[in-house]
């Protein structure tokens, strides 16, 4: 029996269990692109209007989440769909990828699926070999729907071509980045996170180079994130930088399967440290066990945050400089360079907000699959109440969510003070993340309710998280009505340094998740146990 014997039998297996999955998935990516044409040729038809486009995408806050600007000085249609939509697809193809090859190589090993399909006929490198297959067949899919979407709207159908193969092929690279990250330990979660972090760094350093040089700089090279944009599609096409991907895939892939063969079955390379003999004098309660099985994830969490937010906050002299290099566009962006400065730092201050709203999400759901192993019924099988158990969960979910967001204000603040020399910005920014601490609290309480109440509706709380972070980032964009605005929670509040803190706001969104954290830990009071 060779190491691939079943490869395809489980890859039809995978194809048809996820098929719901993968069907979302595409949908609402290809729909992305298929709603942002339209929207754009309709909201900038002229050509005034577009080059006036691309003076904001000129400036730091384009470049972030735009990229390197090529085509800007005839702004094209093509271009203006590259230049303002490859960013939110790459990260959310990232998402997408990540989750795909975890679900299927390491937390099958985790919940022990992966041993008895072993001891079937199939081969050891078949399972990965599936999760890579569908992963690959997902993002080209998706790639090469895009890529037709846009030449049936009338764009070039080389660089429409060239464009959805890209994607695809991006896709694919941080599905083999995942696929390497799940050799390194025994547990899904920290895999993901694993996953998580390198796609971070890769995207920081896009970040970086893009800002540091007009077209990327060398550590732009250095990032997956940049390689479909430097083929230049709609502006100077070139395709050798697509090549990048294949070679970084077959890299990957080699690197994952030799990791693999030298790894047991369920055990990864970086071994789990043996816990003590006795119990630490400090776990002795409910909450204090809570918090030390979420220990590892709170401290990576907390790290990452603290450094990007160190990072984007550095950034305040890219601003600074090209404000400076280019005056026009300071008085076209409103003005004095502190009041544009602000405005940078206030949008990275809300993107620390959405990455605690998704750790306060993942830690409650901790409770639910305590729950769901039977591991909660042995605890409160003991003198222990439900209220007190679930409420320890949500507290240390509460904590751990305000932790990420005081760190990611404090960390833009001191990342700002290390490039201008001004400590205001250390104020400044704690205020502004903690002035959007209940709408990162917020997810919190709707995720208790969920799974205190009603564990199958959990879905649409993380659909409420994709639909506020889309609207975030492309709302306005795609001109969306004020009340479809409205519906994201990253918006509810007013955000300080852009705009002046109110106290009623606030308190009205605390006095609302407070009432759904108590009917919570109500229902789950009155629930039965591992019942959706």
């Known amino acids: ?39 754009l040729d309709e909201a900038f038809s002229t050509d005034a209007q577009r ?11 384009g470049i972030l989440f735009g990229g390197p600007g090529y085509g800007l000085d005839d702004y094209t249609l093509g271009a203006m769909v590259v230049n303002e939509l490859t960013m939110s697809l790459l990260i959310a193809t990232a998402i997408m990828s990540i989750l795909h090859v975890v679900r299927h190589t390491r937390a099958e090993e985790e919940s022990g699926r992966a041993e008895l399909l072993r001891a079937g006929v199939l081969g050891s490198g078949a399972q990965m070999t599936a999760a890579l297959v569908t992963v690959a067949l997902l993002n080209l899919v998706i790639g090469g729907l895009s890529g037709a979407l846009m030449a049936g709207y009338g764009l070039d159908a080389t660089d429409s071509l060239a464009y959805g193969l890209g994607l695809g092929l991006a896709g694919l690279t941080f599905g083999a980045v995942t696929a390497v990250c799940a050799q390194l330990t025994e547990h899904g979660r920290a895999a993901s996170g694993t996953a998580f972090l390198a796609v971070g760094l890769l995207f920081m350093a896009r970040v970086v180079g893009d800002l540091a040089e007009r077209g990327g700089g060398p550590s732009s090279w250095a990032s997956p994130f940049a390689w479909v944009q430097q083929a230049r599609v709609f502006d100077d096409l070139r395709w050798w930088p697509l090549a990048l991907y294949p070679l970084s895939i077959l890299a990957l892939f080699g690197t994952a399967y030799a990791l693999a063969g030298r790894r047991d079955l369920g055990a990864g390379l970086i071994p789990a440290r043996p816990g003590p003999a006795a119990a630490s004098p400090l776990l002795n309660g409910v909450f204090s066990l809570h918090l030390h099985q979420q220990r590892g994830s709170i401290i990576a969490w907390s790290v990452a945050t603290f450094l990007f937010a160190i990072s984007f906050g550095t950034l305040a002299t890219e601003v600074e400089g090209m404000l400076d290099s280019n005056p026009d566009l300071m008085a076209m962006l409103g003005g004095a ?80 003070l290390s490039s201008t020399d001004d400590s205001s910005w250390i104020g400044t920014m704690l205020e502004s993340a903690l002035s959007q601490l209940p709408v990162a609290l917020a997810f919190v309480a709707a995720t208790a309710l969920a799974v205190g109440a009603v564990p199958r509706l959990m879905s649409l709380v993380w659909a409420w998280l994709g639909y506020s972070v889309f609207t975030t980032m492309l709302g306005a964009l795609l001109g969306m009505p004020d009340w479809a605005l409205n519906l994201s929670a990253f918006g509810m509040l007013p955000q300080p340094p852009v705009e002046p803190f109110e106290a009623a706001p606030a308190a009205v969104a605390s006095a609302a998740i407070l009432a759904a954290l108590v009917l919570a830990l109500a229902g789950f009071r009155r629930r039965d146990l591992a019942v959706g």
């Open 51 to 61: 080059q006036a486009r691309a003076a904001l995408m000129d400036t730091p806050t």
């Open 337 to 416: 360079a502190e009041d544009v400065t602000a405005g940078f730092l206030g949008v990275m201050s809300g993107y620390v907000v959405m990455a605690a709203a998704a750790q306060g999400i993942l830690s409650v759901l901790r409770a639910r699959s305590e729950e769901s192993a039977g591991r909660a019924e042995l605890v409160l099988a003991t003198a222990v109440g439900r209220v007190r158990w679930y409420g320890a969960a949500l507290a240390v979910g509460v904590l751990s969510t305000s932790l990420l967001v005081v760190l990611g204000g404090l960390g833009i603040g001191i990342g700002a």
């Open 1 to 39: 029996m060779s190491a691939l014997t079943g490869t395809g039998t489980l890859t039809r297996f995978i194809l048809r269990r996820d098929r719901i999955r993968m069907s979302v998935w595409t949908v609402a990516l290809v729909g992305t692109v298929a709603m942002t044409i339209p929207t």
